[in-house]
């Protein structure tokens, strides 16, 4: 048997690459470790990989990728700070522009932040973690309608600051983000609309065409991981729909079916930790419903608990703990809502009551970060 030494090996001042992602230099020699949405080719034994496409960790043995049980990180745009803005309160005609806040680990009332630019209703809001957008809806009772963006830093309390435009006038949407880009889905411009456009949330701008939904409609909701945007359309031309769409955050396209309701959520809010997403509220059967999914999975819908409320054109966010809902039309009471509830994310289970908004608000919409 013969033994080879080598003392040193260069490659001028870089590192040397081995073949299949194994690289020495300055002392250290780097196994294989991928992060992509197709499985890789070549592996070796022990090399791991991280699936973008459903969040997933790998290691590689005796010729097969095998799924671990390690849990993938939380997405980074979720926050402790819960953030709503817009919507309509007291009588008929009067939109808001204010934006309260609350701290999402501390049962309390919401607190003033500041205004939006546009004081509008059923509009969406989004986050990176630390800056926070809302984009359309309709203005002036409902005589107008908007293609506003606006933004907040979260850590500072203020008023928002124009970002730019969507492609229309457009409103009765949802959001969905990672800590790069944020969504804006569905809607209605002169009619129903299958358009899904995209920000990058750090730079100013206006929206840019990402792809369309399935489903030609409005009143959706969405939830996120830090590479895949869920939602359900909530009603198109034909009514109330159950089924739930997603795309890759990253990857402009068109969405693909990722599984069904139990039952159909018109004007719900969706929320989630970036592993578990959340659905709560409706405007037709079974109004106080929260179902969900795990996101990086597709498939059906699971029931969860129920609100305390019969709510819709409510507000949702997140942290990595608790997901929260907001206001809305308390269908029971007939009134616009002021109730902030929360559940545990990991615990399926009921609300509980966690505080009040500054003021009984629907059609409002939320974000949460730091």
């Not at 929320?271 to 079974?286: E, P």
Request: charged share 15%; glycine share 14%; with cysteine.
């Amino acid at each position: 048997m013969s033994t080879l030494k080598v003392d040193t090996i260069t490659n001028d001042t870089e590192a040397v690459d081995f073949t299949y992602n194994a690289k020495v230099g300055n002392g250290t020699l780097k196994k294989e470790y991928y992060e992509q949405g197709t499985e890789p080719a070549y592996p070796c034994d022990g090399a791991l990989w991280f699936n973008t496409s459903d969040d997933t960790f790998h290691i590689y043995a005796n010729n097969a990728w095998y799924a671990t049980t390690a849990t993938a990180p939380v997405a980074g745009m979720i926050g402790d700070r819960g953030l709503f803005g817009g919507g309509h309160t007291g009588g008929s005609g009067t939109d808001t522009n204010v934006i309260s806040y609350i701290s999402i680990p501390t049962p309390g009332n919401a607190t003033d932040f500041g205004d939006l630019t546009v004081a509008r209703i059923r509009l969406g809001s989004c986050s990176s973690g630390s800056r926070g957008i809302w984009a359309g809806g309709e203005t002036v009772a409902y005589g107008g309608h908007s293609n506003v963006i606006d933004y907040v830093t979260i850590a500072n309390t203020g008023n928002a600051t124009d970002f730019g435009n969507l492609s229309a006038n457009r409103w009765r949407l949802s959001c969905a983000s990672n800590t790069v880009r944020g969504l804006i889905i569905g809607g209605k411009e002169s009619g129903k609309v299958d358009t899904i456009e995209y920000i990058t949330i750090a730079t100013t701008g206006n929206a840019t065409d990402f792809g369309n939904a399935a489903i030609v409609g409005q009143n959706s909701a969405s939830t996120a991981s830090e590479s895949r945007a869920v939602f359900n359309m909530g009603d198109s031309s034909s009514g109330a729909v159950n089924s739930i769409e997603y795309v890759t955050i990253a990857t402009t396209g068109n969405s693909t079916d990722f599984g069904d309701l139990l039952s159909t959520m018109q004007v719900s809010a969706g929320c989630g930790d970036g592993r578990r997403g959340l659905f709560g509220g409706n405007a037709q059967n079974n109004r106080n419903v929260i179902q969900y999914i795990t996101i990086s999975t597709p498939g059906n819908a699971t029931d969860f608990g129920d609100l305390t409320t019969s709510p819709y054109f409510l507000a949702a966010c997140a942290n990595n703990t608790r997901a929260v809902w907001a206001g809305g039309y308390d269908t029971a009471a007939s009134a616009g809502s002021n109730v902030i509830q929360y559940v545990t994310i990991s615990t399926p289970g009921n609300a509980t009551d966690f505080g009040d908004l500054t003021a009984a608000t629907q059609a409002i919409a939320g974000c949460s970060g730091n």
